[in-house]
């Protein structure tokens, strides 16, 4: 499984069948995906665009989304990897609402000062940032070696034994 970043606000999931595009800002020729996931309404005629709660299934990947206030977040579960994505400032109000997941995917959406000691409740292997504020936003993770990187690639048996910071740029 692979998370890439395709624009600042925009990532792709690929899985072995299925690819999720995450907050696409249109669709253009180098996004061919079965499926958008967004936080904000967004439609189009020959995508399925998922952009409220409920549980969905498309091509063997599962899909949930629960909308807290105003804002989504969304699970994934991709070729046996568990992602929870969402925008830092939703997930920190709504983790205890959550899961534990091998993936954390973080938009930074605000010049807020986010703890973001909330992530450890997920008990995630990789968190990864991306958004407009990513870099700021990664400082606050008290770990060394926090990778760049414009992709993740993500196996479901190898899977690193403390959790991993990366910065998708």
């Given at each position: ?5 395709l624009?600042?606000?925009t990532?792709?999931l ?21 499926l ?7 439609s ?24 807290f206030?105003?804002?989504m ?22 983790h205890?609402k ?12 605000s ?5 973001a ?5 997920f008990?995630p ?8 504020k ?7 993770f008290?770990?060394?070696g ?9 196996i479901?048996?190898?899977?690193p034994?403390?959790?991993e910071?990366?910065l998708?740029q």
């Amino acid at each position: 499984m692979e998370i890439a970043l395709l624009s600042p606000q925009t990532i792709k999931l690929k899985g072995k069948k299925t690819q999720i595009l995450v907050d696409p800002l249109s669709k253009s020729a180098e996004c061919h995906a079965a499926l958008f996931l967004t936080t904000r309404p967004f439609s189009l005629e020959d995508v399925l665009s998922v952009d409220g709660p409920g549980e969905y299934e498309v091509g063997g990947t599962k899909i949930w989304g629960m909308r807290f206030g105003s804002e989504m977040v969304y699970g994934v579960k991709i070729d046996n990897v568990d992602i929870v994505i969402g925008k830092m400032s939703t997930l920190e109000k709504a983790h205890a609402k959550l899961s534990e997941s091998t993936v954390v995917i973080l938009c930074t959406d605000s010049d807020k000062d986010t703890d973001a000691s909330f992530v450890t409740a997920f008990s995630p292997k990789y968190v990864v940032v991306y958004g407009d504020k990513a870099k700021e936003t990664v400082t606050r993770f008290e770990k060394e070696g926090i990778t760049h990187s414009a992709k993740l690639s993500v196996i479901a048996e190898k899977l690193p034994e403390e959790m991993e910071v990366i910065l998708l740029q």
